[in-house]
């Protein structure tokens, strides 16, 4: 595998391997000194044009752990705001010599048209409303985590809230269906696409039907422009529908997780501290994050190396 | 004074004839058309078409403003590989062609090239900004004869009105583009399944639609005579055949793009596949061939839009939209319709003269007196798309590395030859 830009090009054949994969770097987060020479002498950049704190600290943290070089490349401070062009940057760091850049971008597809540009390999690290695949990476292997299953065949899945603009939503529900999972989206139909008729979803208008049947609700995140575009009313009202309450909790299965990829808007989507969930996997989310994003640096970086011995 | 020229061997196609005949030309005008004729430089048409030159009423030159995309000259050389003797010049320049001075200048840059004719279109709204009128009297003086404010439509209802009541007494054409602005912010590709997954923006078809039914009535309330541009959806063709059948004095233009590509090539996230209006779907490119079949839609046009390389190279939101079409658009109609040759010549040539009124020497018969505005183009010839070689100053064809059936050979514009076995003369 070159690159990880969707989970469509991952194929589920690799994202079983991937989340496998994980349990060994999982592992390796376990010991006293969590770190291993698997990937020495490589070097990942971050290209990161859109703010983000825990994707980034994520991946970065999980190359050191590989013990690979990496460098930041923070927009702000950069010669984009020079005029440069987005080839030309990438084409600088490539002469650099870098093996991987992780990227994030507000506009969709921008990873595909990099990796036209650098021989090194691209990940994805959220390209506009489209994909963000190692996001989905974590959340099936945080479900997996908690529910012992490498499956998720007959798990009813419900993904809450902007759909639309969510490319978590879409990366997530590719992932998902490729496990086994029923997936039902809920969003009232401004925050969903326009047409997702040949998507494999169940969709709903009312939260309040699929509760009870749920086994994984995964909340998203609503951002507060939506209104001034019209896509709700008003954020109580948003709330109010679609967001998690005590009251909704209570008509959740004993069994039922709920997730959120944060960063949340609480008194928004949630109504509730996450800590008042039974079984919230929020944190666990975060905690492997760090794995999942090692085992593909791993998966992309590492060949013919072995995972074994001490930094 | 040019030299006698003939085009030997070749296949005349005229509105009511087929015939095989050479044809001789001097200073300017077909002499003879007869068999076995010779001069001093003589053009092999054999095996091929020999018939009125092209006109595109859609082309953006760029010049003034945008010379790195293109100029007067380059784009003139590119129509004229194409087949082209007349471009009407789009009026988004920078200064837009809002005013005799720029409309002058972008004529006389197009006498300089002297490639082909370059016909300035004026801009409806000054500045093309949508708020008070051009002086479309003044450049209607100056010989413009269709206005647009091409990349905007004209949003306002009640300006468009009166643009239209304005226009009707100068007895000029709108050219409208069809785009409910509000319905398309942001708006990178047609909303359809495939903007679903890709998370991009939508341009829904209605948003044309509105506008096409909007101007529709507007034109039944005034009369005056609007050309719709770049027509790419089903129900626009339903509208505007609905609006023909009422006897309203409307015409249409489909673009060679809208004719061949669908929305699903968005998904290779190059944005030389950004175009607007977007690439739709299979279903519309149906419906507008049907529309060109039954004579609802009347031209095709290329809306021939070069863009520097690095504009290209953006993302896909950012990037701006637009194609060239000069060069290709023959290829890209012979392969993907089943019109025959007279209808493709009157797509081409006969009826978007008539649209932009040069039809006195454009569009014109290849018969004795006539004006030699001619090309000659080999239907069954298969070539493909060479970045290298295209004439225009920008690359983003989305033809490039295609194949394509039917090229330009030769090209005489007012009797000289612009274009001689597929090389530009100058």
Redesign the interface.
């Known amino acids: 595998m070159k690159h990880l830009r969707s989970i469509d090009e991952l194929g589920v054949d690799g994202l079983v391997a991937l989340l496998q994969l994980t349990d060994h770097m999982a592992e390796i987060n376990q010991r006293p000194v969590p770190k291993v020479p698997a990937l020495r002498g490589r070097t990942v950049a971050s290209l990161f044009f859109e703010d983000s704190t825990r994707t980034r600290l994520s991946f970065e943290t999980a190359a050191k752990r590989l013990s690979a070089d990496t460098m930041t490349f923070n927009v702000s401070t950069s010669s984009v705001n020079k005029g440069e ?3 030309d940057t990438v084409a600088t760091i490539t002469d650099m010599g870098v093996d991987a850049f992780v990227v994030r ?6 990873p ?2 990099i990796s036209q540009w650098t021989k090194a390999s691209i990940i994805n690290a959220g390209d ?4 963000h695949p190692t996001q989905a990476l974590v959340d099936c292997y945080t479900i997996r985590e908690a529910t012992h299953e490498s499956r998720f065949d007959g798990m009813q899945i419900t993904i809450v809230g902007d759909i639309k ?3 978590v939503a ?1 990366s997530n529900i590719q992932a998902f269906s490729m496990l086994g999972a029923k997936v039902t989206v809920v969003a009232p139909p401004t925050l969903l ?7 494999p979803v169940q969709i709903n208008h009312h939260l309040d039907e699929v509760i009870p049947t749920s086994d994984v609700l995964y909340m998203l995140r609503l951002q507060s422009e939506r209104m001034s575009q019209g896509h709700v009313p008003t954020l109580r009202e948003y709330s109010e529908q679609y967001g998690l309450t005590q009251k909704r909790v209570a008509q959740l299965k004993d069994s039922a997780i709920v997730m959120h990829p944060g960063p949340m808007n609480r008194g928004v989507e949630m109504q509730i501290d996450p800590s008042d969930v039974k079984n919230s996997l929020i944190h666990r989310q975060v905690a492997n994050g760090v794995s999942v994003r090692m085992a593909v640096l791993f998966e992309l970086l590492g060949s013919g190396s072995s995972l074994g011995g001490q930094a | 004074m040019s030299k006698t020229v003939v085009i030997k061997g070749g296949t005349i196609v005229n509105r009511d004839s087929e015939i095989k005949s050479d044809v001789r030309i001097e200073n300017g005008v077909i002499v003879e058309v007869a068999k076995n004729l010779k001069a001093d430089v003589q053009l092999d048409a054999s095996g091929c078409i020999v018939t009125s030159g092209f006109v595109d009423l859609h082309a953006h030159l760029r010049e003034p403003g945008r010379e790195e995309a293109e100029t007067i000259e380059t784009g003139s050389r590119a129509g004229a590989l194409g087949g082209y003797t007349a471009l009407v010049a789009m009026p988004n320049t920078d200064p837009p062609q809002d005013s005799i001075a720029v409309i002058d200048f972008v004529r006389e840059q197009g006498k300089r090239a002297g490639l082909v004719d370059v016909v300035p279109s004026g801009c409806i709204t000054l500045g093309r900004q949508g708020e008070t009128l051009a002086p479309m009297a003044e450049l209607a003086h100056a010989g413009v004869t269709l206005f647009t404010d091409d990349g905007v439509g004209v949003q306002n209802a009640s300006l468009m009105r009166r643009a239209l009541e304005y226009a009707k007494g100068l007895g000029v054409t709108l050219a409208q583009h069809c785009e409910v602005a509000e319905l398309t912010e942001g708006a ?1 590709m047609n ?3 495939c ?6 923006p ?1 341009w ?1 078809a209605i948003a044309e639609e509105l506008m096409v039914f909007r101007d529709i009535e507007l034109v039944r309330m005034t009369g005056a005579s609007m050309h719709f541009l770049h027509l790419s959806t089903e129900r626009s063709v339903e509208l505007v055949r609905a609006a023909k059948r009422d006897g309203l004095p409307i015409t249409a233009e489909v673009t060679p793009h809208h004719l061949s590509l669908t929305q699903e090539l968005l998904a ?3 944005p030389v596949f950004k175009v607007n209006p977007p690439l739709r779907s299979a279903q519309d490119i149906r419906a507008l061939k049907a529309g060109l079949l039954d004579g609802t839609i009347d031209a095709i046009a290329t809306d021939h839009a070069p863009h520097p390389r ?1 504009d290209k ?6 990037a701006p939209p637009g194609m060239l079409g000069l060069e290709t658009a023959l290829g890209v109609v012979l392969g993907n319709s089943e019109l025959e040759i007279k209808d493709v010549v009157a797509l081409l040539s006969w009826n978007p003269a008539r649209i932009a009124r040069i039809d006195a020497e454009h569009g014109r018969p290849v018969a004795i007196g006539e004006p030699a505005n001619i090309c000659i183009f080999d239907p069954d010839l298969v070539w493909s798309v060479d970045l290298e070689r295209l004439a225009s100053k920008s690359i983003n064809s989305p033809y490039v590395g295609r194949t394509l059936r039917g090229k330009i050979r030769h090209t005489l514009f007012k009797g000289t030859p612009t274009v001689i076995d597929g090389q530009a003369q100058k």
Not at chain 1, 128 to 131: M, T
Not at chain 2, 195 to 200: E, N
Not at chain 2, 313 to 318: A, G, H, P, Q, T
């Open positions: 062009s987005l080839r971008h507000k506009s969709v597809g921008i595909w048209q506009g409303a489209h994909q603009h969510s490319r879409r696409p326009p047409d997702l008729s040949h998507w | 990178v909303e359809c399944q903007c679903t997954d890709l998370g991009l939508g829904p290779t996230y190059d690095r190279e953006m993302s896909l939101d950012v």
